[in-house]
């Protein structure tokens, strides 16, 4: 029996709001009983957030997380700041996840994003195998978004000072993803060995980058794999397109979902509305 402690992380927004609300019930319905859930969002959006009272939720602003140089007025998904002048709102993203070891004490993380919802009762030792944590790697394949996913490699290994990878790269990239609070602090430090400067500015500097696709390489190529064992089995039922699906095809599709998985992922890119698919996610509960 595993003795971490863990804790799940999402950071949302106002537009996401409903689907964070089904994730969070999600969570209630099938994480462990004393799981802790840290959804973060911008400090415009707490009141409307506030509405999501679980025994699980902890609600975090990103404003109290992040160096106060960085939050400056937010336009066109970009983020002024006095030392970098632009930072893209994606950027902001890698950032909550990547500052997490400096705002939480929890020694393992489990990051699920919004569109995401739990559909079957989990314990934390599904993500362990012989006292190591679960770490998603899938070698030669690093996302659907390529060739932007070798941008991401190319500029974790930049970062990293490691030579250039081979081609098509590994990939890291999944709907619940686990790291370890004691590899991401010594990530900070070994960012801020070969850049000079604090880990943040230097992530900051970035156009494109992956947190998931950073700590990877960081931990398989620096650390060398400490902590956790590599699983390239998915556990989550995605679906991806930017169309909408009919009544019938969302009861397909929670059909289809392997028993093996854990939850399911409906991106919000394909305008499906929460209220169309809400009843199939609650539904497991009776089955279960």
């Known amino acids: 029996m595993q003795e971490l402690d863990f804790c799940l992380i999402t950071p949302s927004y106002a537009p996401d709001y409903h689907r964070c609300q089904l ?10 009983e004393k799981a802790k859930h840290y959804i973060i969002v911008p400090k415009r959006d707490l009141p409307l957030f506030r509405q999501i009272k679980y025994r699980n939720t902890r609600i975090i602003t990103l404003e109290s997380i992040l160096p106060t140089w960085v939050q ?15 930072v893209r709102g994606w950027i902001i993203q890698q950032l909550i996840k990547l500052a997490a070891a400096e705002f939480l ?12 919802a739990f559909i079957r009762p989990f314990d934390w030792n599904f993500f362990i195998r012989d006292s190591l944590v679960r770490l998603y790697r899938i070698p ?3 996302s659907p978004q390529a060739p932007i996913g070798e941008k991401w490699n190319y500029n974790a290994r930049r970062l990293l000072n490691l030579p ?14 686990t790291w370890r609070s004691d590899n991401l602090k010594q990530l900070y430090k070994y960012i801020e060995k070969v850049s000079g400067r604090k880990w943040i500015e230097t992530v900051c500097s970035n156009w494109n980058l992956s947190e998931y696709v950073l700590y990877g390489v960081f931990v398989e190529e620096v650390l060398k794999v400490s902590g956790h064992y590599f699983d390239s089995e998915c556990i989550c039922h995605e679906y991806w397109f930017n169309q909408q699906m009919s009544d019938m095809d969302l009861e397909n599709f929670f059909q289809r979902t392997p028993k093996e998985h854990i939850a399911v992922m409906i991106s919000a890119k394909s305008g ?4 169309q698919y809400e009843n199939f996610v609650k539904k497991f509960q009776k089955i279960g």
């Open 23 to 32: 994730l969070a019930w999600s969570i209630e319905a099938f994480a462990p």
């Open 272 to 275: 499906i509305e929460v209220q």
């Open 72 to 86: 400056l007025p937010f336009i066109n998904n970009c983020w002024f700041n006095i030392k970098h002048l632009l």
């Open 140 to 142: 030669g394949n690093l």
């Open 105 to 116: 004490s929890e020694q393992v993380f489990v990051f699920v994003d919004s569109d995401v």
């Open 164 to 177: 250039s990878g081979d081609i098509p790269v590994t990939g890291y990239i999944s709907q619940i993803m």
